[in-house]
């Protein structure tokens, strides 16, 4: 297939585009390069024949006919999204704009393109589970859970679903939908939790933890949701959302404190890291837990996660403290290394 990666500079992104690359696809990488892109991401691959990048927002129109009508894709993967909710707190109308505006603009131009069929199309909508809201301390969110957003990011995100399925109804555009659980892994942009507490442990800064800790959360490795992502491309049912989760339930300080043990085994000072821990004010809205069922795409594509939590943060650890020279270089760019969403 020849892919038409939206965000494909990203974190999440840039996983889909090496694991395409690397499954025998060709790949169209289209990505506005905001402060949370790296094209760094992608430099394994960059000079294979068949990549290509094309720098466009997908607020512009414009743009996105003229990659569509050069590159000819058989499928659109959407990823690009603004994505931090302490950022959506400080800022939500950026959130609107891209979330919102540009899957609008995306969903128009594909469906120009598609042209009620006469250019086979697919087209596949990554979002996250925290459209459906927060849990207690049972259950587990499944494609039919109501949606119930409670910050700027996962009402942007909500919209931008309810989108995609009214082009689906209304157009008839050919579309599936995806929505994780949080994704961590190599690549991760150091403004997310599990990169803050690598990096701050090795600076020698506090580690905040927001409230008391006990937020809970389903943790998905990067690259299995990379490669759930592809199966769901191509072969599940079109009109239909798959929920893939990792399967890895951890409360946040749980999880901060088996990162510090991690480090004080790979990168050992005097100290445990976890004398670092500190307990900020917690942020507005937060909600108390996530936890996907992942029946659904288990039982009709046969998927689940190869890595447990403890083994992928373990990988994740070691990937900071080989590639400083990546994350380095993104430290100075915007709002990285400060308290955001305290607005």
Same mark, same amino acid.
């Given at each position: 297939?020849k892919? !038409?990666v939206t965000?494909g500079a990203g974190?999440?992104g840039s996983a889909v585009v090496r694991? %395409?690359i690397?499954?025998?696809?060709q790949v169209?990488?289209?990505?506005?390069l905001?402060?949370?892109?790296?094209l760094d991401n992608?430099a *394994?691959?960059a000079?294979h024949p068949?990549y290509?990048?094309?720098q466009?927002?997908?607020?512009d129109?414009?743009?996105?006919d003229r990659?569509?009508?050069?590159h000819?894709p058989?499928?659109?993967?959407?990823?690009a999204a603004?994505?931090?909710?302490d950022?959506?707190?400080?800022?939500?109308?950026?959130?609107?704009?891209?979330?919102?505006?540009g899957t609008?603009?995306? !969903?128009?131009?594909?469906?120009?393109y598609w042209?009620g069929?006469?250019?086979?199309?697919?087209?596949?909508?990554?979002?996250t589970?925290?459209?459906f809201g *927060?849990?207690g301390?049972? /259950?587990?969110?499944?494609?039919?859970t109501?949606?119930d957003?409670r910050s700027?990011? *996962? %009402?942007?995100?909500?919209?931008?679903?309810?989108?995609v399925r009214?082009?689906?109804?209304?157009?008839?555009l050919?579309?599936v939908l995806?929505?994780? *659980?949080?994704?961590?892994?190599?690549?991760?942009?150091?403004?997310?939790l599990?990169?803050?507490?690598?990096?701050?442990? !090795?600076?020698?800064?506090p580690i905040?933890?927001? @409230?008391?800790?006990s937020?809970?959360r389903?943790?998905?490795?990067v690259e299995d949701?990379a490669?759930?992502?592809?199966l769901?491309?191509?072969?599940?049912?079109?009109g239909?959302s798959?929920?893939?989760?990792?399967e890895?339930?951890?409360?946040?300080?749980?999880?901060v404190r088996?990162l510090?043990e991690i480090?004080d085994?790979?990168a050992?000072q005097?100290?445990?890291?976890a004398? !670092?821990?500190?307990?900020?004010?917690?942020r507005?809205?937060h909600d108390?837990?996530y936890?996907i069922?992942?029946?659904r795409i288990?039982d009709?594509l046969?998927?689940r996660?190869?890595?447990t939590v403890?083994? /992928?943060?373990?990988?994740t650890?070691?990937w900071?403290?080989?590639?400083?020279?990546?994350?380095?270089?993104?430290?100075?760019?915007? @709002?990285v290394?400060?308290r955001l969403?305290t607005?």
């Open positions: 297939m892919i !038409l965000g974190f999440i694991r %395409a690397d499954d025998g696809h169209v990488n289209l990505d506005a905001t402060y949370a892109a790296c992608v *394994s691959v000079d068949a290509a990048f094309e466009a927002d997908i607020r129109r414009a743009a996105l990659v569509l009508a050069e000819r058989d499928a659109i993967m959407h990823l603004e994505s931090h909710v950022r959506s707190i400080d800022g939500p109308a950026t959130f609107i704009e891209t979330n919102v505006l609008f603009h995306l !969903l128009e131009a594909a469906r120009a042209n069929g006469a250019n086979p199309l697919r087209f596949h909508h990554i979002s589970d925290e459209v *927060s849990l301390a049972v /259950g587990q969110f499944t494609e039919a109501p949606y957003p700027p990011y *996962s %009402a942007s995100k909500a919209s931008s679903d309810h989108l009214a082009w689906a109804e209304t157009y008839g050919p579309v995806t929505n994780c *659980s949080n994704n961590y892994g190599p690549y991760h942009f150091p403004e997310k599990i990169p803050v507490v690598i990096l701050n442990a !090795l600076h020698g800064r905040p933890v927001y @409230g008391d800790g937020n809970v389903d943790w998905l490795y949701h490669e759930a992502l592809l769901v491309l191509q072969k599940g049912e079109t239909r798959y929920n893939i989760g990792g890895n339930e951890r409360s946040n300080i749980d999880l088996t510090c480090l085994r790979l050992p005097k100290a445990s890291y004398d !670092l821990i500190t307990f900020v004010t917690d507005p809205g108390a837990r936890a069922d992942p029946t288990r009709e046969g998927w996660p190869s890595v403890e083994e /992928g943060l373990e990988k650890v070691r900071y403290l080989d590639n400083r020279h990546w994350w380095q270089a993104l430290l100075d760019r915007d @709002g290394g400060k969403g607005a």
